[in-house]
Structures are given as structure tokens and as C-alpha cells.
């Protein structure tokens, strides 16, 4: 079946560093892959996405490529803000609309 | 504003008894559905509906039901065949189209003691 395997966390960095959240899968076909963020308290909101191979997503600085070969799609910011501080989930489209595989979420904390 | 409004953000319930957590959505979405989050672990599909009067199990459904009598609303209930029911819940929704974003309430916290 499918499954999403990200990088374990907490990560925790300073103001301006740069970010990479790995995140790997395990799937048949071709799925659609998402990246969502949730804030404290909060439910998710889909960060960013890539429907097939070679797609780049990108939303508020942060992109990911849809890498086919390594089965991966590894988050990246080239400079984090305190207001990044959140949980990351990388998930997983299945045939269905809908139903989403997710990962366990990676913790990022960033300090001025 | 359209949303999804999960409510009441935080619920105590005694072992034993069953309890109703209420998503209602406004974004005229025909598919909704319910995640279970728990610490390290991701969420879980519970439930979905795709459209009223309908809905399937998810990957975790044992101790739990749920009702679709209208598209705006999808109750779930924890039942007390649910054996780990502290958990974050939360509600989702989505046009029935592939690859369509989720779009989540702010999640119920439900502690059972």
C-alpha cells in the first residue's frame, strides 16, 4: 500500500537559515504530492503541491520537486522566518479524491 | 467568510460514554471527510462521505460512526468500543475532483478520562 516517510524532527534553526524537510514515498502509479503546514492550535492548510514527475511546487518561498526517480519531494526555504514555526506533513494522493496518505509530521522551530 | 467550523475545540468525556464532535462547512463541498492526529503518528483516516446519505470507512473507523444527512454537516460520534479515543480530531472537506486540496477546520481536542 502507500505509505509517506519524512524526516524525523524536531528541527530547530535560526532566522535566515536555510530549510529542507526530506520526505520520501511509497506508492503505485502516479500519485499526486502535497506538502501541508499546521500552525499551533489549528487545523492544516495545503502548503504547496505537484501532480506529476519533474512538477515544482512553490508557495511563500517554500518549493518542492516531484522527483520520480527517488520517490521523493523534499521541502526547501532558502530562508526561514519565526512565523515558519509549524508542523509539517508531506502526503500522499491516492486514486481517490480525498484520501490522503500523510506522513508523521516534522516539528520545525525557528529562533530569532 | 467560507470555512469549516469544528466544534468545541476542547471536550471532556468520561470512559463509558459516547460523544458527538460537529463539523459544519460552508464552501458548498460535496466530499468531507474526518482524521484522527496523534502525537508521531500522522493522521489517520476515520471516515469519508462523498456525498449525502453516503459514506465509507477510512483506515481506523472501529469506534466511531458517523452521519451525512446533509451536505453542510458531518457529525462523528466516538462510541465506547473506541479503545484509545484521546486523540485531536479533525474535519476536512473537497470538491470531488483529483488532486483537489483538503480543506480543514481547526480540530477538536477530545480527552476521555
Known amino acids: 500500500g502507500n505509505s509517506v516517510t519524512q524526516m524525523e524532527g524536531p528541527v530547530t534553526l535560526s532566522e535566515e537559515a536555510f530549510l529542507t524537510i526530506n520526505c520520501t514515498y511509497t506508492?503505485?502509479?502516479?500519485?499526486?504530492l502535497f506538502w501541508y503546514v499546521q500552525y499551533p492550535g489549528e487545523g492544516l492548510q495545503l502548503l504547496l503541491k505537484?501532480?506529476?514527475?519533474?512538477d515544482k511546487g512553490s508557495n511563500k518561498g517554500f518549493e518542492a520537486t516531484y522527483r520520480k526517480e527517488t520517490t521523493s519531494f523534499h521541502l526547501e526555504k532558502g530562508s526561514v522566518q519565526v512565523s515558519d514555526s509549524a508542523v509539517y506533513f508531506c502526503?500522499?494522493?491516492?486514486?481517490?479524491?480525498?484520501?490522503?496518505?500523510f506522513g508523521q509530521g516534522t516539528i520545525l522551530t525557528v529562533h530569532p | 467568510d467560507g470555512g469549516i467550523t469544528q466544534s468545541p475545540k476542547y471536550l471532556f468525556r468520561k470512559e463509558g460514554q459516547n460523544v458527538t464532535l460537529s463539523c459544519e462547512q460552508n464552501?458548498?463541498?460535496?466530499?468531507m471527510y474526518w482524521y484522527r492526529q496523534d502525537p508521531g503518528q500522522g493522521l489517520r483516516l476515520i471516515y469519508y462521505?462523498?456525498?449525502?446519505?453516503?459514506?465509507q470507512k477510512g483506515d481506523i473507523a472501529e469506534g466511531y460512526s458517523v452521519s451525512r444527512e446533509k451536505k453542510e454537516s458531518f457529525p462523528l460520534t466516538v462510541t465506547s468500543a473506541q479503545k484509545n479515543p484521546t486523540a485531536f480530531y479533525l474535519c476536512?472537506?473537497?470538491?470531488?475532483?483529483?488532486?483537489?486540496?483538503?480543506?480543514f477546520g481547526n480540530g477538536t481536542r477530545l480527552t476521555v478520562t
Open positions: 476536512a472537506s473537497s470538491i470531488t475532483k483529483r488532486d483537489s486540496p483538503l480543506h
Open positions: 506508492a503505485t502509479g502516479y500519485p499526486s
Open positions: 505537484a501532480t506529476k514527475a519533474d
Open positions: 502526503a500522499l494522493g491516492g486514486t481517490s479524491y480525498g484520501k490522503l496518505t
Open positions: 464552501l458548498n463541498h460535496d466530499a
Open positions: 462521505s462523498q456525498i449525502v446519505n453516503d459514506f
